[in-house]
Structure formats: C-alpha cells, structure tokens
C-alpha cells in the first residue's frame, strides 16, 4: 500500500516535470513541518478524534516518505533503508521475542549498550537538541540520574529550587536573570521529576486549564476585560474556579 504514496512523492519531486514548491524542499525546510503533524497526531489522540488520527497520521507519513525522497535524491539513503533499519532495530531490541533470550535485559539496558557501540562518549549523548526544552531537561536529567548524579531524596531538590528563585530576585541584569530563570526552570523540572510527573505534560495541562478559566471569564466579564480593574477580572476568576 505505500507503493502509491512512494510514486506520488517521485512525480512531485521530479526536476523537470514537478512541484515547484517541493521540488525545491531539503531536510531543513521540512523539518518544522514534520514537528508539526507529530503534534497535530497528539493532538486528535488527546481529542479522542479517530477519523483525525487517521489523517494526521497520513500527513506524518507523507513527511517520512518526504524525508526519505530528498535522501535519496542526494544519494544517501531510501524509503526501503528506512523500514529495513527500523525492522532491524525493533527486532534487536526485543531479544525475548525476536531472538533466542528467555528474558529482556531490559529496554534502557539495550538503549544504552547501542549508544556505547556508537561510539558515544558520554551518558547524555543522544538527546536530541531539537525537543521540546522541558521535556529534554528531563531526558537529560533521566541520564545523569542513571549513573547516580542525583539527589538521593527529595529534600535537597526543593532546597534548590528555593536557592534558584533567590537568585533570581539577586540578578542584576537582563543577561543574569535570563540565566537564572532558566536554572530556575530547570530545578522545577527536577522536582517534577523526582515527584514522578512528566514536567512538559503537566506544564501541557496547566496551560489549557488557564485557558479554558481565562476563556470562562472573557463570557462572564460585562466589559471587555482591558477596561476592567484588576481586582474585578480576580474576583470573576475565582468565581469561574468555584464552579468547576
């Protein structure tokens, strides 16, 4: 069935006879909008909308075979290079399925045996620099902890996020209070983790739970809000709160 799709892409990449606009497309130029179905998949599965799901999932396709497509045409790689190396990973990673071992060593373990056959040089290697800031703060931390660079409870861990705010109300310049606001965020995501919860989901969901109140008090609010004094729009958000 991907034969057709894999024929598309040929004919819209086609240098005499293609698309203009993708003819032109390498993997930077792509690249943010295959961030984008990645989300818009996440998006309708959080929906609950299967029909959605269906054509995101079509979208993010279609950017695989496009990446894959622009390899090719440099010469590196194909659409074909693609499947056999994931088949290949999946396979090697479920030993206790695929292979003759009784037992998984375990899903990290195997992780970390490939990223030392790679050549890597350190435990954080292997993080993508292009996710989401708190969610590679957490991978990043993730790793270190392995390796027993982390705080043994969670005492200590509260104590910083405490030392990070004072520094922050200490900082004297916009350079300074850049960086402390960053160590600041970057403390919070170590208390989430060590209280167990995923920092970019909950952050996620403190979001839309400030826009749904927000969006409440816009319906409740007789004025527009920017002629409203502070102390009414308070008084219509803590109304909406207790009516949740």
């Not at 057709?4 to 698309?19: A, F, H, V």
């Not at 993708?22 to 309708?44: G, H, L, N, S």
């Not at 310049?173 to 960053?182: F, L």
């Amino acid at each position: 069935m991907i034969d057709p799709l894999l024929k598309i892409m040929d004919q819209l990449r086609d240098p005499e006879m293609g698309c203009d606009w993708d003819k032109v497309q390498t993997f930077e130029t792509i690249a943010p909008y295959t961030i984008e179905e990645a989300y818009e998949v996440a998006d309708a599965i959080k929906r609950g909308d299967l029909d959605a799901l269906k054509d995101e999932l079509g979208d993010l396709l279609l950017q695989v075979v496009f990446h894959s497509k622009i390899a090719s045409d440099g010469g590196h790689f194909s659409f074909e290079n693609v499947v056999a190396g994931i088949c290949e990973k999946m396979e090697r990673r479920h030993p206790h399925i695929f292979g003759e071992d009784k037992n998984s060593p375990g899903w990290e373990a195997l992780k970390a045996d490939e990223r030392a056959n790679s050549g890597a040089t350190s435990a954080l290697d292997g993080v993508a620099v292009a996710l989401p800031a708190l969610l590679r703060a957490q991978k990043i931390q993730k790793r270190a902890a392995r390796v027993g660079f982390d705080w043994p409870d969670i005492g200590p861990v509260k104590a910083k996020l405490l030392e990070e705010l004072h520094e922050v109300e200490s900082a004297e310049t916009q350079e300074q209070i850049h960086e402390e606001i960053g160590d600041l965020l970057f403390s919070t995501v170590n208390l989430a983790r060590h209280y167990g919860v995923d920092s970019e989901q909950a952050l996620a969901d403190a979001t839309r739970k400030f826009t749904t109140r927000f969006q409440n008090v816009e319906k409740k609010a007789k004025d527009p809000l920017e002629t409203m004094p502070l102390d009414e729009m308070e008084t219509l958000w803590q109304s909406v709160k207790s009516e949740e």
